[in-house]
């Protein structure tokens, strides 16, 4: 019983310490291919090029900067890849939990994304 209550005592507060750690944040940036951009070899120019299969992961680039997008399904990523976005969630070194996907499309932002949402109409749809 001990060792219950202490590996429910220790899981508590290593969850919480990555929670407290974890910010809020929007960035900006270009969905890339995490394999091409960070072994800096030629990326895909469109989201039609059959090589993008041979792509683990996307990720977020923003400045020098790079965030794997943790929640933001595969094929969400797939569809704005090479474009520029706006995300919002909780950026955990260089991770975000994504809340929201926008794009500019026009003189207007457009969400194309939305955690909250998505998990309004599972559990309350």
């Known amino acids: 019983m001990k060792n219950i209550t202490r590996n429910t005592l220790i899981a ?3 969850f919480f310490t ?6 809020a944040a ?3 940036g ?8 960070l072994n800096n070899t030629h990326c895909s120019v469109s989201k039609d090029d059959p090589h993008l299969v041979l792509e683990n992961d996307f990720i977020l680039v923003s400045d020098s900067k790079y965030y794997f997008l943790s929640n933001l399904p595969r094929r969400e990523k ?5 474009q520029t976005v ?3 969630g909780a950026i955990f070194k260089n991770t975000i ?6 794009s500019n499309q026009g003189n207007k932002d457009k969400i ?9 109409d599972i559990y309350e749809g």
């Open 97 to 102: 939990k994504v809340d929201t996907v926008t």
């Open 112 to 120: 194309i994304w939305d955690w909250e949402e998505i998990q309004y």
């Open 86 to 88: 706006s995300i919002d």
């Open 12 to 14: 508590s507060v290593i």
């Open 30 to 37: 270009v969905i890339k291919g995490a394999q091409c951009y």
């Open 26 to 28: 929007t960035v900006i």
């Open 78 to 82: 797939i569809k704005l890849y090479n």
């Open 18 to 23: 990555s929670v407290a750690s974890s910010q």
